[in-house]
């Protein structure tokens, strides 16, 4: 006899297990990588660029002296 507890996990372990299996489909797989927050930038914003720059200028400059 399983208790409550043990239920509950056996519950949460096949809802897991299936998820996985539903995410793992091809159909799935190709509207997810559609979604626009699943698409990876080639660019940086601007302001994020110009500190980045600002970054290397000061890291460079602790290196030479």
């Not at 190709?30 to 290397?56: C, G, I, S, W, Y």
């Amino acid at each position: 006899m399983m208790t409550q507890t043990n239920t509950k996990r056996g519950v949460e372990a096949a809802g897991a297990a299936n998820l996985r299996r539903q995410i793992r489909t091809e159909i799935n797989s190709r509207f997810l990588h559609n979604l626009p927050a699943f698409k990876m930038e080639r660019t940086l914003p601007d302001d994020l660029e110009v500190l980045l720059d600002r970054l290397d200028h000061v890291d460079l400059g602790r290196r030479l002296s």
